[in-house]
């Protein structure tokens, strides 16, 4: 798994709630139009992940999840949420269960992506963010919440 970076596990999430929420039959519980609010929450979401990305890259900063970080970055969305990047694909996840009609399983996808990004990918890198920026760090943690 350490080679399946966030992007490609939230594809395939993505992927796996429509195969489940049409293919299996899985009951919808929001109907047309309803179901078309989820495109707000999944743009919201995106944005949102786009924006923590663009902000690294204005910071020259490293975006791969396994590779050592160089930069702390604690402002723009980085001042709301330590992990805007994975928040919004979380969003953009119960959005996109909202707009395939509200699926018991999609939301159930969507809480599993959260707990897999929270005890795999974000745990390893608070570790190595622990290690290479130290007290500076845990002081950003105490002002800052992981999710939100």
């Known amino acids: 798994m350490r080679k399946l970076l966030p992007p ?10 429509a195969l489940l929420c ?3 039959g899985f009951s919808h519980r929001i109907g047309y139009p309803y179901n078309l609010a989820g495109l707000v ?8 992940s786009i924006a923590g990305k663009n902000l690294f890259k204005r ?10 970080p160089d930069v702390l970055v604690t402002e723009g969305v980085f001042g709301h949420t330590r992990n805007p990047m994975y928040l919004g694909f979380a969003i953009a996840l119960m959005g996109f269960a909202i707009l395939l009609g509200g699926a018991v399983s999609s939301f159930l996808l969507a809480g599993l992506f959260v707990l897999i990004t929270d005890r795999w990918y974000i745990a390893f890198e608070e570790n190595a963010m622990r290690r290479r920026f130290g007290a500076e760090y ?8 992981r999710w939100v």
């Open 8 to 17: 490609v596990l939230f594809l395939v999430f993505v992927i796996a709630m």
């Open 22 to 24: 049409w293919g299996m």
């Open 41 to 48: 929450v999944a743009a919201a979401g995106l944005v949102l």
């Open 59 to 68: 910071r020259h900063t490293n975006i791969l999840t396994f590779n050592e």
């Open 138 to 145: 845990d002081e950003y943690c105490r002002r800052v919440r």
